[in-house]
């Protein structure tokens, strides 16, 4: 799914992309993931430390502003603290606010809600490597929280030439089910391959914090939840097209609020919502 910022902050990013519904399913029933060995290259790690209030690192992330047309989100996307700060415990929380401070002007007019969304480019990328993130997920209608990557070369080559690998994706509406989707030429949006996973026994994301990664080869992604393996993507999957994923990718964290795929809050959906992420980091990569 296409994710354009009108006015973003990252000038690279004049369009990226999100994944819309993957298209396979997988069972909750899961392997476990086997310990990434490789002598890491490229590493990156931020747990998040700092004072209440405070700002996310700005050697190591970047904030995008503005709203979100092509997948018909309601947020605007703000920057600074306003919407993403730490709390002074190790976690940074991303805030999905009903409210609209600023005036700010939506694709659809006057914006109803503010959120945050992060990014490493041209701060860190990586080609391969364990990607991991420890995440309590927001809950409610219209929620969309991610964690995701982009190519590098968008601004060049385009979205969905760029590649795009959705590491965690939820939806509001599946509060037990996470999903895990990669996008590229011929296999974009709602063709974009993917699975899912489900807690077992009822259990909601929201509930507390679970971890969520991928282990990433030149030839294979392998999608994990809490070490539990659910899925293993080669180019053997895309039916002879192009495998997008043999050169550097970015990292993004985002807490979208309604969409094409989530559909928009209901009168049963409260506010403030939260996406709180304990650390994010990357071994093993090149």
């Known amino acids: 799914m296409r994710s354009t910022l009108r006015n973003t902050a990252i000038g690279l990013?004049?369009?990226?992309?999100?994944?819309?519904?993957?298209?396979?399913?997988?069972?909750?029933?899961?392997t476990t993931a086997t310990p990434q060995t490789t002598a890491a290259a490229a590493e990156f790690t931020d747990n998040f430390d700092g004072p209440a209030g405070s700002a996310v690192d700005g050697s190591k992330w970047g904030l995008?502003?503005?709203?979100?047309?092509?997948?018909h989100e309601r947020q605007y996307y703000t920057d600074?603290?306003?919407?993403?700060?730490?709390?002074?415990?190790?976690?940074?929380?991303?805030?999905?606010?009903?409210?609209?401070?600023?005036?700010?002007?939506?694709?659809?007019?006057r914006c109803e809600y503010t959120s945050a969304r992060l990014n490493t480019s041209q701060k860190f990328t990586t080609a391969s490597g364990h990607v991991e993130a420890r995440m309590k997920l927001p809950q409610g209608q219209g929620m969309w929280p991610a964690f995701w990557m982009l190519g590098n070369d968008i601004g060049s080559a385009g979205w969905p030439n760029c590649g795009e690998i959705d590491i965690m994706e939820n939806v509001g509406f599946e509060?037990?089910?996470?999903?895990?989707?990669?996008?590229?030429?011929?296999?974009?949006?709602?063709?974009?391959?993917?699975?899912?996973?489900?807690?077992?026994?009822?259990?909601?994301?929201?509930?507390?914090?679970?971890?969520?990664?991928?282990?990433?080869?030149?030839?294979?992604?392998t999608w994990s939840v809490d070490g539990n393996v659910y899925q293993t993507r080669t180019p053997s999957d895309l039916n002879g097209n192009r495998w997008v994923f043999d050169h550097p990718f970015y990292i993004i964290l985002n807490l979208a609020?309604?969409?094409?795929?989530?559909?928009?809050?209901d009168g049963n959906t409260s506010f403030p919502q939260q996406l709180v992420v304990d650390y994010v980091k990357v071994t093993g990569g090149s």
């Open 64 to 71: 995008e502003t503005g709203d979100n047309v092509n997948n």
């Open 175 to 221: 509060p037990s089910t996470v999903h895990g989707t990669i996008h590229g030429p011929g296999y974009s949006g709602s063709g974009g391959i993917g699975a899912g996973y489900t807690l077992p026994g009822g259990g909601k994301f929201s509930d507390g914090f679970h971890t969520f990664a991928i282990d990433w080869s030149p030839n294979k992604i």
């Open 80 to 109: 600074g603290n306003k919407n993403a700060a730490l709390d002074g415990n190790g976690n940074l929380v991303i805030t999905a606010r009903k409210e609209n401070p600023a005036n700010y002007n939506c694709w659809y007019g």
């Open 13 to 30: 990013l004049s369009a990226t992309a999100l994944a819309a519904t993957p298209w396979l399913t997988a069972p909750a029933t899961a």
């Open 257 to 265: 609020v309604g969409g094409d795929w989530p559909g928009d809050p």
